[in-house]
C-alpha cells in the first residue's frame, strides 16, 4: 500500500496572481492499493466515487503522458480530507498532486519532482498551488516555452496563517470567470511592485511590510462580491493590525496573517466572525517548509 500525504496551499498570496502560493501544514491523505481489477473508492464524497474522480482521472492521464511499462490492473484510493473542498485552499490541487505522486511510484516510472511539477500544472492550469504543494514553502512559479521556473521562498517560522473558511463554497472555475481579460498597465505596476516587495519582505523578515504588500488590482477586488462580508472582514483584520489580509487562492476563504503569540488579534477576529452569518471558522496555520511526501507501508 502506498500513502501519498499532499498539503493546502494558499495561492496569489495578494498580488502573486496565477504565479506566488505557499504551503500550508494541514494535510489530506490518501491511500492507495493495487487490485487484480477494478476501481474502488474509500471516504471519498459519493459525488465524487466514480471514473471521473479527480486523482484516478490524473492517474489516467499521467499512464497516458507517460506510458509506463507498468500499470496497475486494479487500485483502491482511499481518502482522509482534511482540507475544506472548494474554499480556496488548494484541494483540487492535492487531488492532482496526489494522483501523480502516486502513478509514479506505482508504474516505477521514476520521474522528478519537476517533471511532476509540469504534469501538475498541465492539469490545474497555473502552478500556484500545485508548486507549493509539491515543495514546500513560498514558491513562484511559471512556465514558458514549456520550460519550469521556480524559486523558494523561505517564511519567517514565526508567522501564523489564519485562514478564515465560510460554510459556503466558491470553485475556482466560477472565481475565474469573473475576471477581466485585460488589466490597465497601471495595475500592472501596482501589482509588480508588491509583488516585489512581499518577497523581499518575507526573505528580510521584515513583516511590517507585509500589509501594503499583500495589495492587489488582478484579482481580489473582481472576487470580493462573490464572498458575503469580504470588505467587512478584510477591513476589520486591518484594524486590528494583522500583519497583512488577502484572498486565499480563488476564495472564498479569507487569509490573515499574525506572529505566534498574537492570540489577542486570534480571539478578537473569532468573536468578530461570530456575529456574521456564513459559520465563518478558522483554521490556525503554519507554513509547511517540506510540501508533499509518501510512504509505502
Ligand atoms: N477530496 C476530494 N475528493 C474528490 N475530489 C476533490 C477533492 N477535493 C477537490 N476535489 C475536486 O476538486 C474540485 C474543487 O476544485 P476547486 O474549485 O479548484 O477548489 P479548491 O480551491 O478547493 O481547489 C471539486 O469539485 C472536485 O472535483
Ligand atoms: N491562481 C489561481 C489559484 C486558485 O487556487 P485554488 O486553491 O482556489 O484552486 C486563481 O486565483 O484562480
Redesign the pocket.
Known amino acids: 500500500m502506498l500513502e501519498v500525504y499532499v498539503p493546502a ?1 494558499s ?2 498570496i495578494g498580488p502573486g ?2 504565479c506566488l502560493g505557499l504551503c500550508l501544514d494541514l494535510f489530506n491523505k490518501f491511500t492507495f492499493e493495487e487490485l487484480e481489477s477494478g476501481l474502488q473508492f474509500e471516504g471519498c464524497d459519493e459525488a465524487f466515487a466514480n471514473e471521473d474522480n479527480l486523482v484516478y482521472k490524473t492517474m489516467l492521464f499521467f499512464y497516458d503522458k507517460v506510458k509506463p511499462k507498468k500499470i496497475p490492473k486494479g487500485i483502491k484510493i482511499s481518502f482522509e480530507n482534511n482540507i475544506p473542498i472548494c474554499r ?3 484541494s ?2 492535492t487531488c492532482i498532486v496526489a494522483g501523480l505522486m502516486a502513478a509514479n511510484v506505482l508504474s516505477e516510472a521514476n520521474l522528478s519532482k519537476d517533471e511532476i511539477l509540469k504534469l501538475a500544472i498541465e492539469l490545474e492550469g ?1 502552478p ?2 500545485v508548486a507549493p504543494a509539491i515543495y514546500g514553502n513560498m514558491i513562484i512559479a511559471f512556465m514558458e516555452d514549456g520550460n519550469l521556473y521556480h524559486e523558494s521562498i523561505e517564511v519567517p517560522k514565526e508567522i501564523r496563517f489564519l485562514a478564515m473558511v465560510p460554510d459556503f463554497e466558491l470553485s ?1 472555475e466560477k ?2 470567470a469573473v475576471l477581466p481579460k485585460e488589466i490597465p498597465h497601471k495595475d500592472g505596476v501596482f501589482n509588480v511592485s508588491r509583488c516585489a516587495l512581499l518577497i523581499a519582505a518575507f526573505t528580510k523578515n521584515n513583516l511590517d511590510l507585509v500589509k501594503v504588500a499583500c495589495k492587489d488590482k488582478f ?1 481580489q477586488d473582481y472576487r470580493s462580491h462573490l464572498i458575503n462580508n469580504y470588505d467587512d472582514i478584510v477591513a476589520y483584520a486591518n484594524k486590528l493590525d494583522s500583519l497583512g489580509t488577502f484572498l ?4 472564498p476563504t479569507i487569509m490573515t496573517l499574525v506572529k505566534d503569540g498574537d492570540d489577542e488579534i486570534v480571539e478578537k477576529m473569532k468573536s468578530y466572525l461570530s456575529t456574521l452569518e456564513n459559520n465563518w471558522q478558522i483554521l490556525d496555520l503554519h507554513c509547511d517548509p517540506n510540501g508533499a511526501y509518501y510512504k509505502e507501508v
Do not use: E, F, V
Open positions: 496551499t495561492a496569489n496572481y496565477d480556496g485552499l488548494g483540487s490541487s497555473h500556484d498551488n475556482t472565481a475565474r484579482h486565499s487562492g480563488a476564495g
